[in-house]
């Protein structure tokens, strides 16, 4: 039941240091979701073995080249590697016309295309699968941009199975049960569900903010998320042209860890200012310790806890 963050490009802007563009890729429970997708995503999936076959939704924050140019050719490779399910790809206005358009060029696709819209000032669910649901997180940048909340959905609680047994229950009743339910015996008594089964592992989360200026507002939308991925394109030294380019610092990044009580801080989105990125470090883990540097090829992993 795996919940694994990798990280493709941590860079802004332009590739410096061995560093790609913004791209990533999660994987909940065997299913994988891109997030961003900048110029060398598929280089690094290949580098990394991250099975692109498997990528079936998109989530593009802006529509800055370094989170896009790496898109059409990702798109092209499917089909030429003969794909036939369709991907969504989920955006603010004004990507499908590029990319149709790219992608013409080449003589068009072997699957469906599908665009989604995502309203960049509201936050709201985006997308939902089985096990999943994504929201939309409003940044704060010079083009409408959005992050993106990734939450796994409740689950039912766990049946003991030695308790079917000690009160002869129906398998009909088992779903009820599992669900939250108290069960009725025949003689009329309530066996309280709390008796019956396990509570369930806990929900997981992952929050990705870039890009984005330092904005409290994201706070009580990624409270007490387990991984969060916070842009920090600059450190304080550079913090008046952070918060005039649309950018955070490494503090700032921290800051917004500590106040959503998140577990985890990775930082990224570097300026190629920077070729040296302990600075970034020392920064957020003074504001919030458990702050790491996003480096592209690290694999970050929520554990399954309870249940
Ligand atoms: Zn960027
Ligand atoms: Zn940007």
């Not at 990280?7 to 802004?12: A, P």
């Not at 529509?63 to 399910?85: E, T, V």
């Not at 409408?144 to 939450?151: D, I, K, N, T, V």
Request: aromatic residues 10%; proline residues 7%.
């Amino acid at each position: 039941m795996r919940f694994e963050l990798t990280l493709l490009g941590t860079n802004s802007a332009v590739p410096a240091y061995g560093r790609f563009p913004s791209a990533q890729v999660l994987n909940i429970q065997e299913k994988r979701y891109l997030i961003d997708c900048g110029e060398g995503a598929q280089m690094r999936m290949a580098e990394y073995g991250v099975p692109r076959s498997r990528i079936r939704q998109v989530f593009i924050s802006h529509l800055h080249g370094d989170h896009i140019f790496g898109l059409a050719g990702f798109l092209s490779s499917q089909s030429l590697l003969g794909r036939q399910g369709p991907m969504d790809i989920f955006s603010p206005p004004g990507l499908e016309a590029p990319i149709r358009g790219l992608l013409g060029c080449g003589g068009g696709l072997s699957f469906p295309l599908r665009f989604h819209l995502v309203d960049t000032g509201r936050h709201q669910v985006i997308f939902e699968d089985k096990h999943t649901r994504v929201y939309s997180l409003p940044l704060v940048h010079r083009i409408p941009a959005s992050g993106f909340l990734f939450r796994e959905k409740e689950r039912l609680r766990n049946m003991q199975p030695e308790k079917i047994k000690a009160y002869n229950i129906h398998y009909r009743d088992i779903p009820a049960i599992k669900g939250g339910a108290d069960y009725r015996l025949p003689d009329g008594r309530l066996v309280p569900n709390e008796e019956l089964t396990l509570p369930p592992a806990a929900p997981r989360s992952y929050a990705y903010c870039s890009d984005t200026a330092y904005s409290e507002a994201l706070v009580p939308m990624i409270r007490g998320v387990d991984l969060l991925y916070h842009e920090s394109t600059f450190c304080e030294d550079m913090a008046g042209h952070a918060a005039a380019t649309g950018h955070s610092t490494a503090r700032q990044a921290a800051a917004i860890a500590r106040m959503a009580g998140a577990r985890r801080l990775i930082l990224g989105h570097y300026s190629s200012r920077y070729k040296n990125l302990s600075p970034f470090l020392e920064e957020a883990r003074a504001v919030f310790p458990d702050a790491e540097l996003g480096e592209d090829g690290k694999v970050f992993g929520v554990e399954w806890e309870g249940g």
